[in-house]
């Protein structure tokens, strides 16, 4: 169902592998507990569903619903039917508010508007394609930085952060809290525990994860990177965090290991084409970076909040078992 609908729902980037989509709907992206509900109709078919994240350390009054509907079925009241099924289990979990992300000019995005979703942030995915152009703008840009970053040393690792690192890592995970983010989202305090769970997720999707880091003169870990290679799409790498330390701001790390990223990956992972990320329209100095590197955006992104008693409150035109 979902691949079948991404020709309208995303059409820009190409389907994630299976055992990637297994490891969202299991285990979420983020680590946290999920639910998975699955809703056929009165033949058995399933005609949708929805994967429901239940934090439980930080936003324990929020919930994470992803709604899903086959295409051949949408428009009949389904994808409403199953939102007020998983403000329930948000409800029943001590949630009290609903929030998810959707494509502008998708239907999921006139779907979170009618349900009478508040719209929060607005988020930019962009692109960037790797190819010789890029590789030979790489050393100029490494050069820009290499003044300002006098004194830090690149390392870098693939898969599970090495013990030295677990705690310096933890810390610049924490310092994302910095990031732009909605003011009912609780930014999420990391330590060696989440850290090695978080990872647990990553390989059990089969992903291949790859960590840049500049570590200062003093030892401490300043900045970080991390890109994830789905082995079902190799042709796409997906950037994931990048985060430098408050106090090491102002050095051009950012750039810097993002460079740095991309030499790891032009030999880790010759077959990348496409590189592709996620930052709030309010996150000047990433997306300065991501500029500077030659991003250009694809799609729109917008953060949604509904209220559980309103997603009850919803009038159902279908009826789903789920
Ligand atoms: C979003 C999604 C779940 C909606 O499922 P659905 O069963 O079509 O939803 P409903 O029939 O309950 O639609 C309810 C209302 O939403 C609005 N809506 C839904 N899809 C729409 C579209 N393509 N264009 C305009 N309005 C739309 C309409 O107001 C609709 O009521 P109406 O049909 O009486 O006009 C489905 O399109 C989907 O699976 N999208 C991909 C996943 C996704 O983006 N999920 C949302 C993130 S939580």
Redesign the pocket.
Known sequence: ??VA?LP??DPSVPPMGLSQFRGWWASGFSGNPMQAWLATDDSGEPV?G?ALELPVRENRANAF???????S???????????IHAAGVAGGAGRSLLM????MG??????????GSRNCMLEARRRLGIDAGLRARLAGLRAQCAPHAAGYTLRSWRERTPPEFLDGVSAVFTALGDAPHEDSFEPEGWDVERLRAFEDTIAERGSRLYTVAAVSAAGELAALTQVEVDPGQPQWGWQEITAVLRQHRGHRLGLLIKVEMLAVLASAEPQLRQMATYNSMENEHMVAINDALGYQITDHFRT?ELDVTAAIALSR??SVEA
Do not use: C
């Open positions: 169902m979902h609908g309208v729902d949708g929805y619903p992803f709604v899903l509907v086959s295409p079925r949408r428009r009949q009241g389904i994808g409403t039917a199953l939102l998810s992300g959707t494509r998708a239907p999921g995005d006139a779907f979170a508007e009618a349900a949604w035109a279908a």
